[in-house]
Every structure is written in C-alpha cells, then in structure tokens.
C-alpha cells in the first residue's frame, strides 16, 4: 500500500514537499513515480526515480522547481517543489512499478497510491 501526504493550498511562488510511504512492501525492490491529474485532464507523469536513485526522469514543466529522492530506510519517497504555480494545480499521485524500463508514464506502474491534492492560488 501506497500513501501519499503533504499536499496543500499554497502561494505560487510557495514550496511543498510531499512524501509517499509505503507499507507492507519494500519500496526498494521498485521504481517510484510521482504523477498528478489536473480536473478535466490525463494523469501525466511528474518525475520517476529508480529502485536505487540513480536514474531520475522529470516532465520538462518541473525540471529546475521540482526534486524526487528517496530514503529506502524509512521507506519513503519525496517530491520536493519549489517554486509553485497554479498550472502545477492536481491531485499527485504516487505509484511503484517492477517493470524494467524507467519509463515514467502512468501505463508503466502498477500499485498506485489514492493521491494528495496541491491547489497553488493566491
């Protein structure tokens, strides 16, 4: 099980971070994907990071605002966002995936967390 937390109402221009945890399973055995789905649009992959950390993959729309990591300790992975804007408006989702390839698109994970939403409004 999957669950995502950090969500919330913030300023552009404001930070969050946002943080997926997972139980009753080893979040290192997968690669992990952040997405989110804005109202009246597809879910779109956000950033995606390996089993280990050592391949990261960002939407161009993140790159330089938003970091993803992982603490396979703790069992948790990170979405730090900086920077925020209102087009950055969605629920985020977290998700795992065995498949081989870090492809980071909604049709390659499979076990997804029930999302956090993130409002960006002044």
């Known amino acids: 099980q999957l669950v995502e937390s950090g969500g919330g109402l913030v300023q552009p221009g404001g930070s969050l971070r946002l943080s997926c945890v997972a139980s009753g399973v080893r979040l290192d055995y997968y690669k992990i994907g952040w997405f989110r789905q804005a109202p009246g649009k597809e879910r779109t992959g956000v950033s995606c990071i390996s089993e280990r950390g050592g391949s990261k993959k960002y939407n161009d729309s993140v790159k330089g605002r938003f970091t993803i990591s992982r603490d396979n300790a703790k069992n948790t992975v990170y979405l730090q966002m900086d920077d925020l804007q209102p087009e950055d408006t969605a629920i985020y989702f977290c998700?795992?995936?065995?498949?081989?390839?870090?492809?980071?698109?909604?049709?390659?994970?499979?076990?997804w967390g029930q999302g956090t939403q993130v409002t960006i409004s002044s």
């Open positions: 998700a795992a995936t065995n498949q081989l390839l870090n492809l980071c698109i909604p049709g390659n994970y499979d076990h």
